[in-house]
């Protein structure tokens, strides 16, 4: 399964928790701060992705979505509920 993720970096307060979730090496810092002068997590090897959605569970912040790729369609998979 392959799986797609973005990350709303005005959200993000560089708490590090998806990287640390991320079973699959997914996501690093940015060398950029954001205008909360924090530095966000961004996706980096999207290739790796499995759609898992460990990241977006652990994002106190709700600024990680996940998609999930199965046969050619995509579809919404999770946003923290
Ligand atoms: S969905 Fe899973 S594999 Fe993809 S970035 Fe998040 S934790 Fe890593
Ligand atoms: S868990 Fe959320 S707030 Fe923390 S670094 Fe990742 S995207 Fe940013």
Redesign the pocket.
């Known amino acids: 399964m392959k799986?797609k993720?973005t990350i709303n970096k005005e959200l993000c307060k560089g708490c590090k928790y998806?990287i640390a979730?991320?079973?699959?090496g997914?996501?690093v810092v940015e060398k950029k701060f954001n205008k909360m002068g924090y530095f966000p997590a961004a996706?980096k090897h999207m290739d790796?992705?499995?759609?898992?959605?460990?990241?977006?569970r652990m994002c106190p912040e709700l600024a990680?979505e996940?998609w999930i790729t199965d046969n050619n369609k995509s579809a919404a998979k999770n946003k923290k509920t």
């Open positions: 799986g993720i998806c979730a991320c079973p699959r997914v996501i996706p790796k992705c499995t759609g898992c959605a460990f990241c977006a990680i996940v």
